[in-house]
């Protein structure tokens, strides 16, 4: 159990020790970044719930820290429940979908997932989590609901999963997971054991892209690299898009540090601004920033093994050496600015001009 996912150690000792001792409460919450495995892990735990032949053990695993000497729980991965639980996909809703406020099953009866539906998690799949959970296992040793994305929750569902939290069915175990856990009430975050997941290391993403998916090196070191400690993240960018966006962004950079180009940083903001959505306008300020600090660093004398942007660095050493603290300072504050006034309806290219113009005069 866990020994196939990458990082968070500790959350994997944890929780193999409170399996052991049974002192798993029935509703858990795991916190952490998108992208970082919460999905899976509360999968992997529902598992070894359900397990039919879990093996109890003394001695720590390959992936265990050498702190943990504590009695442990794992699944076996091998019987027909672990099996088929793994298996379990829950992919996203389709348009041709029939009921996207209902739970989704996985192949193990007892397993299922409320999921948002256009960013929102409505009262309806809560309700019907409830009326579930009050329903002895069908097959397994309890029944596990996990709850993505549980901050999508609107009010009503919030409230009508309370209920549930109140008075857990000892037969019952809820997960929810959230990468923003202040966006829960307050009431639904007490009721809950929470688990934190950190960030994963980069050297790990970097090992996984390129031995599990076999991906080119450089492009998992670059991947890795700018995934900020996210799996998923790293995984959902196309590399030949974001290299695209970053020869646009060090374009910007280079006319802000070394040539003064107004012009071309007109036509950049043009572009930036012709971006499809919103999130694709903050992917550009993202790496933006990226190169700014990456510039910082080694204008600061930091090693070049710290940077982001490690393949680009004669360019970057010529913006350094034209670059101060203080302007560097002023760029991402300016940039962070930005990224505040897009929560009101902002004019993209409006903004973007003056965004430029203003780095320039900084």
Known sequence: MF????????????????????????????????????????????????CRNRTVGNNRTKDQSPKSKDQTLDACDECSSCKRIGRSAFAPFGKDDDDKSRLIWSEHMDVAMARPYKNIIRVPVMRELESEANFRPFEGATRVFIIEDADYMNDQAANALLKTLEEPPPTTHLILTTSNPMALLPTIRSRCQVIRFAPIPHEQIEKFLIDKEAMPTADGKLLARTSRGSLGRALATDIESYRERREAMLAVLTALALTGDRTRLLRSAEDLAAAKDRDSYEQQLDVLESLIRDAWSLALGRPKEMLVNSDLLKPLQSIAAELTSKKAMSWLSQIEELRGALEVNLNRRIASDALFVSMAMA
Request: glycine letters at 12%; proline letters at 0%; charged letters at 25%.
């Open 3 to 50: 020994s196939h996912l990458i990082g968070n150690d500790e959350v994997k000792d944890s929780l193999r020790r409170l399996l052991a001792t049974g002192r798993t409460t029935g509703s858990l919450l795991f916190t952490g970044e998108q992208g970082v495995g919460k999905k899976l892990f509360a999968l992997e735990l529902a598992k070894a719930f359900n």
